[in-house]
């Protein structure tokens, strides 16, 4: 399987909610992947840590939500759009080391409040809109 076989390409992964039974299948199949095009393990890394910092804010606070990956030869662009609770202050959920995690998040070992801040640290592009009751979508684009 050579790269332009199969760059571009795109694939849609469900992300059970509140629930760690499947957390962080869907970022192993993206890392997975990744390695195969042959990106660059810098690339790689940096991809598969927002899509596992994004998978587990669905599996923590979300009922259900989707991981989009499309990969082009410049770019990678990884979306996470749920369904859940949503954020009240994007602002205060971006501080490192804000957490809203029950006990139950804390005792999977979750719940430092550095994801957010993380995701925006290892994506060259990074956007966050979300919607209280409703959920929330987010937008990473790691340049190759
Ligand atoms: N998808 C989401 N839906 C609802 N709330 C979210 C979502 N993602 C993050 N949050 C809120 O933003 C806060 C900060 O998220 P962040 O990922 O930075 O930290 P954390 O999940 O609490 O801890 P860590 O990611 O370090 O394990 C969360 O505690 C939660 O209140
Ligand atoms: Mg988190």
Do not use: W
């Not at 962080?24 to 596992?52: D, W």
């Not at 990956?69 to 979306?79: A, D, F, G």
């Amino acid at each position: 399987m050579t790269f332009h076989e199969t760059v571009p390409y795109e694939n849609s992964f469900l992300v059970e909610g509140k629930t760690f039974e499947n957390a962080g299948h869907v970022s192993r199949q993206v890392k997975t992947l990744l390695q195969k095009m042959k990106f660059s393990k810098e690339v790689v890394r940096r991809a598969a840590i927002v899509t596992y910092e994004a998978e587990i804010n669905i599996c923590s606070y979300a009922e259900r939500g989707k991981i989009v990956l499309r990969v082009t030869p410049k770019q990678i662009n990884i979306e996470a759009t749920d369904e859940g609770q949503g954020i009240a202050d994007i602002e205060l959920a971006m501080e490192e080391g804000y957490s809203t995690a029950t006990p139950k998040i804390v005792h999977m070992g979750f719940g430092a409040g550095m994801g957010l801040s993380n995701i925006k640290r290892f994506s060259d592009e990074f956007h966050i809109t979300s919607e209280v009751g409703k959920g929330t979508h987010l937008e990473m684009v790691i340049r190759t």
